[in-house]
């Protein structure tokens, strides 16, 4: 990803529009569905204040009216209380909300935003002033008390400290008041939509992989008629003169086609699999390919019943089994042996499939099932997976797999 996707240049999405990650809130609080400091995020937030501060003004302009007995002044202290703190919480917010519909640079926008907020603190500072002056004009006075307690002398710094003290308390106040809490969900809010929108082209990407499962099931589907049609010529060149063998070579052939015709027919079972069933599928395929050949042909299948348990693709070990058989034990003269082992390594499942027939050669790894191989790796694990083709010291080929482990069965 580039910097400048990463960090846009301007908001990428609308300022009026719920965000995609905000899912259900309190209705209460429903204005944070909004982008922070859009209009109708700005919107929301007041009505709310504006809920919590009547009822505060009312409470100042009940006990009004009870020390001065005036209902004017009762009237009038609560309006000054309301405006005022609706002014403190909303000074910054509205010039931040301004900023933000500039549609400036998102970097310049954000500098702004600070700045907008800071000068609602500046702001509401004048506001409290002003509103308590009032408050203070309108109560009544009292006679004047002799204080027999003697303020304490403090020296130069100690003065400086209190001031510092009380302005920073001041600043907290008023920040948290005007917008200070909203700026940490404002710094937020693009990441936020950024991990949305990642999440919601990762759901997209699950199912096109699914589908190009499908596709590549069909595909491998294609191959298996071939595989059949020379399997039953073997067995009408048998008939006569080995029947028990031909027999044998049928019931090789039943076995295999049970279990791989069910995953070519149901989509959705061949997109859930295991390594043992992929092994037995390997293994009827080897035993078919063991009859044709008369024996010539001889397998071996370790593996462990923990590795049999992970998931497996459909038909992915099968193309390699398919490769070595044709590729490096048929063209050879003489017996020849396939092995395929299987286990953990670490947080990976490894499958390997030996052959001691003719070894890698010119071409050999750029056909079409290992092309397919290589595709649906990439389509199911991206970079998480690994394959490769090697040859043997003492003559033959290795293909190795290496995939995440992700499941067992139940």
């Given at each position: 990803m580039s910097a400048d996707t990463h960090f846009p240049d301007r908001t990428p999405y609308a300022l009026d529009a719920p965000l995609p990650y905000a899912g259900g809130v309190d209705r209460w609080l429903h204005y944070t569905r909004y982008p922070v400091f859009g209009w109708k995020w700005l919107l929301g937030r007041c009505l709310i204040f504006a809920?919590?501060?009547?009822?505060?003004?009312?409470?100042?302009s009940i006990g009004l009216a009870i020390a001065t007995h005036d209902r004017r002044i009762a009237l009038s202290g609560g309006m000054y209380t309301f405006v005022g703190f609706m002014l403190m919480c909303s000074v910054g917010p509205l010039l931040a909300t301004f900023v933000r519909h500039a549609r400036m640079p998102l970097r310049r926008e954000r500098y702004a935003v600070v700045v907008a907020l800071l000068i609602g603190i500046v702001a509401a500072g004048f506001v409290d002033g002003w509103t308590s002056s009032y408050i203070e004009s309108v109560m009544p006075k009292v006679d004047r008390l002799e204080s027999t307690i003697e303020p304490p002398h403090l020296t130069p710094l100690e003065k400086a400290s209190v001031v510092s003290l009380k302005l920073a308390t001041a600043f907290l106040i008023y920040g948290a008041m005007g917008g200070g809490i909203a700026l940490r969900a404002y710094f937020r809010e693009l990441g936020r939509w950024q991990a949305s929108v990642h999440a919601e082209a990762m759901t997209t990407l699950q199912a096109e992989k699914l589908r190009s499962d499908l596709r590549l099931g069909v595909l491998q589907a294609q191959v298996e008629p071939h595989f059949l049609f020379n399997t039953l010529a073997s067995v009408r060149a048998l008939v006569r003169q080995e029947p028990a063998q031909a027999e044998a070579t049928l019931d090789a052939l039943v076995a295999y086609?049970?279990?791989?015709?069910?995953?070519?027919?149901?989509?959705?079972?061949?997109?859930?699999?295991?390594?043992?069933?992929?092994?037995?599928l390997c293994a009827n395929y080897l035993e078919v390919m063991r009859l044709r050949t008369a024996g010539r042909l001889m397998y071996a299948i370790e593996t462990d019943a923990a590795s049999r348990a992970c998931a497996f693709p459909s038909f992915l070990l099968l193309s390699l089994v398919e490769n070595a058989v044709k590729h490096g034990i048929e063209p050879k003269p003489g017996p020849g042996t396939v092995i395929v082992k299987a286990d953990r390594d670490d947080d990976a499942l490894r499958v390997?499939?030996?052959?001691?027939?003719?070894?890698?050669?010119?071409?050999?790894?750029?056909?079409?099932?290992?092309?397919?191989?290589h595709a649906q790796l990439r389509t199911l694990y991206g970079e998480r997976a690994s394959f490769r083709l090697t040859s043997e010291a003492h003559g033959g080929a290795c293909a190795e797999l290496r995939i995440p482990i992700e499941g067992e069965a139940a």
């Open positions: 809920l919590c501060i009547g009822v505060m003004a009312l409470m100042a086609l049970r279990a791989s015709i069910p995953k070519l027919r149901d989509d959705e079972s061949a997109l859930a699999s295991t390594l043992g069933q992929q092994l037995d390997r499939v030996f052959d001691d027939g003719l070894g890698l050669r010119p071409g050999t790894g750029d056909g079409l099932g290992l092309a397919n191989l």
